[in-house]
């Protein structure tokens, strides 16, 4: 059954690699949200004494909401919602600056990627959390170390992205550019980075997603604002119901945003768009 056949009728239900139509994969994704509301109500609804988890482990659903106001006022969660995006926008801009110039140079000269392949091998084994002391010695606790560790988180994950998305270039387009008399730079500056755009775009759209992760590490260190702020507060201090929220915002904050780099990346590359 061909992958067009299968996408007709029922048949892509149980089709290796079918396209699921737009409408029923909307609704097969909402159905573990769906599964996993029903619990969290069930496991958390009637009096506080009869339930079985506690309120400070679990709350309910409508104690999570009754405490939006507390969050949006008593804890300015607006303003450190803008102070995280901002760090993570500076950390990933200065990733950007160093690793993209130097992925393209270690994918496209192989000399390049003799001298620096050993030092990105070993930091893709370096576990992310061993740099928050490492940085806090290096930059000290100001805002700076933050951005610094977060540049650093991002800078691991997409380097390999670059070289891979710059090695991934067929050699029909460098034997054809040197039939016509290009350069070796003109065809790293014509050729290759043409080509490898749209998945250097997308390793980029990858490596956006890692700072977020990696964000209430950053910001729980040292107390002072953010998003991870508002998470380690909540937890120390209460209300519980906090960390929940946040998560939830940290989470809807981050698809909003691989969203944006989707639409963006079609219409950048239309070329490169799947009929």
Not at 50 to 67: A, G, K, Q, Y
Not at 84 to 90: N, Q, V
Not at 116 to 144: H, K, N
Not at 170 to 177: F, G, I, K, P
Request: aromatic content about 12%; hydrophobic content about 50%.
């Amino acid at each position: 059954m061909s992958t067009s056949d299968s996408s007709s009728g029922s048949g892509w239900l149980f089709a290796i690699r079918g396209r699921v139509p737009r409408k029923a994969a909307i609704v097969l994704g909402l159905i573990p949200i769906a599964l996993l509301g029903g619990l969290w109500w069930c496991l958390t609804r009637g009096e506080v004494e009869e339930r079985s988890i506690s309120p400070t482990i679990l709350p309910s659903p409508h104690e999570v909401w009754d405490s939006v106001p507390i969050l949006l006022k008593e804890r300015e969660l607006f303003q450190n919602t803008w102070v995280s995006l901002k760090r993570i926008g500076m950390s990933f801009g200065l990733a950007l600056i160093i690793i993209v110039p130097l992925g393209i140079l270690m994918g496209s000269f192989g000399t390049v990627s003799a001298i620096f392949s050993p030092l990105t091998t070993a930091s893709g084994y370096i576990p992310i959390a061993t740099l928050v002391p490492l940085t806090m010695s290096w930059f000290g606790t100001d805002e700076l170390q933050k951005i610094m560790f977060l540049a650093l988180a991002f800078g691991i994950s997409l380097l390999p992205l670059v070289i891979k998305a710059i090695d991934g270039v067929s050699d029909v387009y460098l034997r054809t550019a040197y039939t016509l008399g290009a350069s070796r730079f003109q065809v790293v500056r014509r050729v290759l980075i043409p080509v490898a755009l749209p998945d250097i775009w997308y390793g980029m759209r990858l490596s956006f997603g890692v700072g977020w992760t990696y964000l209430v590490l950053a910001e729980v260190v040292v107390f002072a604002d953010g998003l991870g702020f508002l998470v380690a507060m909540s937890q120390r201090r209460g209300p519980r119901e906090h960390i929940y929220l946040v998560i939830f915002l940290i989470t809807l904050v981050a698809w909003a945003a691989d969203l944006i780099w989707v639409q963006l990346g079609r219409w950048l590359f239309p070329y490169r768009r799947r009929t």
